[in-house]
């Protein structure tokens, strides 16, 4: 962990075919400690798929696998990030 945190992110959605759709997202991010000791740049990309719950209130029900350095993870969300 660092004193300041610089992140860049990127995601791509698209609807599939009716309420289904899916998306593909990208980052990259960088830590940095209070004597200006900067991390190593931290990559991450992921996946997922999102179902159109209430198609009225744009409201996505979503799952997504990402994978970072050294790490990974599985998500479920509602909503979009932005």
Known sequence: RGDQVYAAQAEYRR??????????????????DENNKASPVLPGAGVGARFMALPDYQVNVGIDVA??????????????AF
Do not use: H, M, P, T
Not at 67 to 80: A, K, T
């Open 15 to 32: 609807q599939l075919a009716g309420r289904i759709g899916g998306v593909a997202f990208a980052g990259l991010a960088l830590a940095v």
């Open 67 to 80: 994978v970072g350095r050294d790490d990974w993870g599985s998500y479920f969300r509602i909503g979009e």
